[in-house]
């Protein structure tokens, strides 16, 4: 398997293309690793009937791609709501499902969000709702991706759990299974006084699976053209790899054009920053 930088650098398709389309795209323009969502029009995952499965592994096999799902953070994870609680471990488990339909190796899902004076209460039921998940993840050979997520505008009453260093880490000291990694998304890292490096200097590689990569400007959620922010992805990839991560990075801006040209560009920046994997 080649380690080259270029090799690990993929896009997240989202909502953007037919997923059979999607990747006919990343295998004629050299891209190695795909997200996916399957909630929605014509990647809705009941369209995906046995023949679509087989034809979606046929096409990653024969381009040496490594497909992911990835689920709606709009789907409240931390729902306790009744029929909601219960839709919601369902929505994860029909992710899980698909995963072992379609041979994907990760599924990314995330903690839920909160209504200010229900806090603790949904952080609690996300946390249970995410351990069913990973127990019934791991019965199915199926590797999770918790991310940490964006912090809102100090006045919104909606905000996403799992966006703080501590919001993180009291997830993952809670959630100890080995099919429950983390993608790490260096643009929600810079809304937060640690930044990226208080991320990384917390957590480490260990548990991380994926790194999802967008600019911003470090005031609000952006998912900006890699150099039209405020990110220094010269430190971010000489810190990373040096660290001795090799996993994969996930584009997730613009257009799938966008992200391809972006590949260009962090690898120009990894280069300049001799940054070995790049040269």
Same mark, same amino acid.
């Given at each position: 398997? #080649?380690?080259?930088?270029?090799?690990?650098?993929?896009?997240?398709?989202?909502?953007?293309?037919?997923?059979? /389309?999607?990747?006919?795209?990343? $295998?004629?323009?050299?891209?190695?690793?795909?997200?996916?969502?399957?909630?929605?029009? $014509?990647?809705?995952?009941?369209?995906?009937?046995?023949?679509?499965?087989?034809?979606?592994?046929?096409?990653?096999?024969? %381009?040496?791609?490594?497909?992911?799902?990835?689920?709606?953070?709009?789907?409240?994870?931390?729902?306790?709501?009744?029929?909601?609680?219960?839709?919601?471990?369902?929505?994860?488990? $029909?992710?899980?499902?698909?995963?072992?339909?379609?041979?994907?190796?990760?599924?990314?899902?995330?903690?839920?969000?909160?209504?200010?004076?229900?806090?603790?209460?949904?952080?609690?039921?996300?946390?249970?709702?995410?351990?069913?998940?990973?127990?019934?993840?791991?019965?199915?050979?199926?590797?999770?991706?918790?991310?940490?997520? %964006?912090?809102? @505008?100090?006045?919104?009453?909606?905000?996403?759990?799992?966006?703080?260093?501590?919001?993180?880490?009291?997830?993952?000291?809670?959630?100890?299974? #080995?099919?429950?990694?983390?993608?790490?998304?260096?643009?929600?890292?810079?809304?937060? @006084?640690?930044?990226?490096?208080?991320?990384?200097? $917390?957590?480490?590689?260990?548990?991380?699976?994926?790194?999802?990569?967008?600019?911003?400007?470090?005031?609000?959620?952006?998912?900006?053209? @890699?150099?039209?922010?405020?990110? /220094?992805?010269?430190?971010?990839?000489?810190?990373?790899?040096?660290?001795?991560?090799?996993?994969?990075?996930? %584009?997730?801006?613009?257009?799938?054009?966008?992200?391809?040209?972006?590949?260009?560009?962090?690898?120009?920046?990894?280069?300049?920053?001799?940054? @070995?994997?790049?040269?």
């Amino acid at each position: 398997m #080649p380690s080259s930088l270029k090799h690990r650098i993929g896009v997240d398709i989202g909502r953007r293309a037919k997923l059979e /389309d999607g990747l006919a795209w990343a $295998a004629e323009k050299d891209v190695f690793y795909v997200d996916i969502q399957l909630d929605s029009d $014509a990647n809705a995952m009941e369209t995906f009937d046995a023949a679509r499965c087989n034809a979606v592994k046929q096409l990653c096999r024969d %381009n040496d791609i490594h497909l992911g799902l990835h689920t709606l953070s709009g789907v409240n994870m931390a729902e306790y709501s009744n029929y909601f609680r219960q839709a919601a471990d369902e929505y994860l488990r $029909a992710y899980i499902d698909m995963a072992t339909r379609l041979d994907a190796e990760w599924v990314v899902v995330h903690a839920g969000y909160h209504f200010t004076d229900d806090y603790e209460q949904r952080k609690q039921a996300s946390l249970k709702r995410l351990q069913r998940a990973s127990d019934y993840a791991e019965e199915q050979g199926v590797h999770l991706l918790l991310e940490n997520m %964006n912090r809102e @505008p100090a006045d919104a009453e909606v905000n996403y759990l799992g966006y703080t260093v501590e919001e993180c880490a009291f997830y993952f000291e809670n959630l100890q299974s #080995p099919n429950l990694h983390w993608t790490f998304t260096i643009n929600h890292a810079t809304l937060v @006084p640690e930044g990226i490096d208080g991320f990384l200097d $917390a957590f480490g590689i260990d548990r991380m699976r994926e790194v999802r990569v967008a600019d911003n400007l470090g005031d609000k959620e952006h998912h900006m053209y @890699p150099g039209e922010g405020s990110i /220094d992805f010269r430190a971010l990839f000489t810190r990373l790899e040096n660290m001795g991560y090799t996993g994969h990075y996930t %584009n997730g801006f613009g257009t799938m054009d966008d992200m391809l040209r972006g590949r260009d560009y962090l690898i120009a920046e990894a280069k300049a920053a001799g940054v @070995p994997s790049a040269q």
